[in-house]
Nanobody
Framework: QVQLVESGGGMVQPGGSLRLSCAAS????????MAWYRQAPGNQRELVATITSGGTTTYADSVKGRFTISRINAMTTVYLQMNSLKPEDTAVYYC???????????????WGQGTQVTVSS
């Protein structure tokens, strides 16, 4: 059984930094991409950043130049380095992996439980 576990959230002052981690336990046959999403109270969940198995990254316009997504080679752990944090970055951050757990399974999305990030003075 595959599980994703996020860590690294917390409270930080505006302008500060945090690094989120997402570790995948269990076995994937293949992973297409990993991503970070966030959801603030009253808002829809939004895509923050993605990284493919080939290392291609994409970012939401609101975080470009401030956030960096990275992963270890085996794609079992993905990070989100968040710099120059703003109050509007406050949200629950979720990790998602898209892949399959066996050769003949369909690709599926797997989600973590989320980690709270609060940016406040």
């Amino acid at each position: 059984q595959v599980q994703l576990v996020e860590s690294g959230g917390g409270m930080v002052q505006p302008g500060g930094s945090l690094r989120l981690s997402c570790a995948a336990s269990g076995s994937f046959f293949s992973i297409n991409f990993m991503a970070w999403y966030r959801q603030a109270p009253g808002n829809q969940r939004e895509l923050v950043a993605t990284i493919t198995s080939g290392g291609t990254t994409t970012y939401a316009d609101s975080v470009k130049g401030r956030f960096t997504i990275s992963r270890i080679n085996a794609m079992t752990t993905v990070y989100l380095q968040m710099n120059s944090l703003k109050p509007e970055d406050t949200a629950v951050y979720y990790c998602k992996t898209n892949g399959r757990v066996a050769r003949y399974h369909a690709d599926s999305d797997y989600w973590g439980q989320g980690t709270q990030v609060t940016v406040s003075s």
